[in-house]
Nanobody
Framework: VQLVESGGGLGQTGGSPRPSCAAPGGTFSTYTTGWFRQAPGKEREFVAAINRFLYYADSVKGRFTISRDNARNTVFLQMNSLRPEDTAVYYC?????????????????WGQGTQVTVSS
C-alpha cells in the first residue's frame, strides 16, 4: 500500500491546517489508518486513527479530527487550535492487523511524512 501525504506546512498558533493521506490504487476501507508525529529528538508518537471507530491521543483530543473519504481513498487530519508543541513531521500509516492501534509497530505501511510547523 503506497501512502502519500500532503497539506502540512507552516501554521500559526490557533491555525487549522488539514493534512491529507492518499492511497493511490488502494483502498482505506479495509484498513485502519493512523496519523503519527515525530518532533526533533523525540520518539514517534500516536496522534489519531480510524477504522469503524476513532482513536485519539489525549494531547490532541478535542482539537484534531481524523476522517476518511472512502470514495477518494483519502484520510484527513483536521488540526484546530494549534500549539507550538504540535510542531512535528506528521506521518500517515495503515495496517490490516488488529491490536494496539496506538503503537507504530502495528503499522506496516507508512507515508513519507509532511512537516507541520507552528509559530507563536
Amino acid at each position: 500500500v503506497q501512502l502519500v501525504e500532503s497539506g502540512g506546512g507552516l501554521g500559526q498558533t490557533g491555525g487549522s491546517p488539514r493534512p491529507s493521506c492518499a492511497a493511490p490504487g488502494g483502498t482505506f476501507s479495509t484498513y485502519t489508518t493512523g496519523w503519527f508525529r515525530q518532533a526533533p529528538g523525540k520518539e514517534r508518537e500516536f496522534v489519531a486513527a480510524i477504522n469503524r471507530f476513532l482513536y485519539y491521543a489525549d494531547s490532541v483530543k478535542g482539537r484534531f479530527t481524523i476522517s476518511r473519504d472512502n470514495a477518494r481513498n483519502t484520510v484527513f487530519l483536521q488540526m484546530n487550535s494549534l500549539r507550538p508543541e504540535d510542531t512535528a513531521v506528521y506521518y500517515c500509516a495503515a495496517t490490516d492487523y488488529s491490536g494496539n492501534y496506538y503503537r507504530p509497530s502495528l503499522y506496516p505501511y507508512w507515508g513519507q511524512g509532511t512537516q507541520v510547523t507552528v509559530s507563536s
